[in-house]
């Protein structure tokens, strides 16, 4: 299975600035996916992305407030701009893998996630 | 498009008692079903899978869930809880685009 880091763990950030959020997958994976989890809630997908091209985002969602970058098969970054105190949640980064040849479906696996905190 | 139903955000058990998280999906084609944990502080963990084949399916730290095609059901069961599974445990589901939906969660509380 794939191994997901995040960078970083968590932050603290005052209203008004951006943090960008780093995803590192041990593997080359084609589809990599963003999501909010708000305190207490389940989970919330932002946006595919997929390397070379444009990420796909979700109803609700804006690139605009959630710029995605995606340069390589095995890095993406998020970045959170303009942040309010209303965008303070966890922020996961997960992986598409099919767990081995010959299988029809994909898992998904789990960065550890970014935990932030809007004042 | 695929949905799903956690019943329960909140379910408490006495340690050694059975654990029973309840999961119905909503899917138009056959849907590939799974429980993941989240354990404070942590990311998810995946801890079982039905996509094809036995109904019963079994993963990790001695849980269960079993796909009820009738019931439009995946419910998550242990026989003994252990203080060690306290955690919040979302079920999720998808379908031929792979795209994945999750419950809302529910949180497990595991009483000395």
């Known amino acids: 299975s794939a191994v997901i880091s995040q960078k970083p763990s968590r932050d603290i950030c005052q209203r008004g600035t951006s943090l960008t959020i780093q995803c590192q997958v041990d593997s080359q994976v084609t589809m990599m996916f963003w999501y909010r989890q708000q305190p207490g809630q389940s989970l919330t997908l932002i946006a595919t992305?997929?390397?070379?091209?444009?990420?796909?985002?979700e109803s609700g969602f804006v690139i605009d407030k959630f710029p995605i970058s995606r340069p390589n098969l095995t890095f993406s970054t998020l970045t959170v701009s303009n942040m309010s105190p209303e965008d303070s949640s966890i922020y996961l980064c997960s992986v598409e893998d099919r767990p081995w040849t010959g299988e029809t479906y994909n898992e998904q696996f789990f960065g550890p996630g970014t935990r932030l905190t809007v004042l | 498009a695929q949905s799903v139903t956690q019943l329960g955000s909140h379910v408490s058990v006495s340690e050694g008692a059975l654990v029973l998280l309840r999961c119905n999906y909503s899917?138009?084609?056959?849907?590939?079903l799974f429980w993941y944990v989240q354990y404070p502080n942590q990311g998810l963990q995946l801890l079982l899978k039905?996509?094809?084949?036995?109904?019963l399916v079994k993963g990790i730290n001695g849980f269960e869930a079993e796909f009820k095609k009738s019931e439009t059901s995946f419910h998550l069961t242990k026989p003994s809880a252990h203080m060690s599974d306290a955690a919040e445990y979302f079920c999720?589901?998808?379908?031929?685009?792979?795209?994945?939906?999750f419950g809302a969660g529910t949180r497990l509380t595991v009483k000395p």
């Open positions: 992305a997929n390397q070379g091209s444009e990420a796909t985002y």
């Open positions: 999720a589901v998808s379908g031929v685009n792979n795209d994945m939906r």
């Open positions: 039905y996509t094809t084949g036995a109904t």
């Open positions: 899917s138009s084609v056959p849907p590939y």
